[in-house]
Nanobody, 126 residues
């Protein structure tokens, strides 16, 4: 069984930085694409950033470009999300997602991701 375990998150002020991590485990798991989505109260889950083990490509949502950086650790499939210059609109539950197979590029649609973490809360106060 595949598990994605997230850590990090918390309450910060606007302009602060925060780091999230997500480690994958499971005997049958092979990393293809792993990334982050977020869901604000009353809104749909939206893509934030993801990285591909297949072709090393990275994709960011326009709203986080230049502020967030995704990176990964290959040996134990882990993705990190470094979030700088946080804004109140970055508030939400951040979910780690992973695909079950290779994809062309890095998909932004949540339906492309088969595995999900439990989510971690990020709150940015103004």
């Amino acid at each position: 069984q595949v598990q994605l375990v997230e850590s990090g998150g918390g309450l910060v002020q606007a302009g602060d930085s925060l780091s999230l991590s997500c480690a994958a485990s499971g005997r049958t798991f092979s990393p293809y694409v792993m990334g982050w989505f977020r869901q604000a109260p009353g809104k749909e889950r939206q893509f934030v950033a993801a990285t591909s083990w297949t072709d090393n490509s990275i994709r960011y949502a326009d709203s986080v470009k230049g502020r967030f950086t995704i990176s990964r650790l290959n040996r134990v499939p882990t993705v990190y999300l470094q979030m700088n210059s946080l804004k109140p609109e970055d508030t939400g539950v951040y979910y780690c997602g992973a695909t079950s197979g290779p994809r062309v590029g890095v998909p932004a649609a949540g339906t492309s991701y088969a595995y999900w973490g439990q989510g971690t809360q990020v709150t940015v106060s103004s």
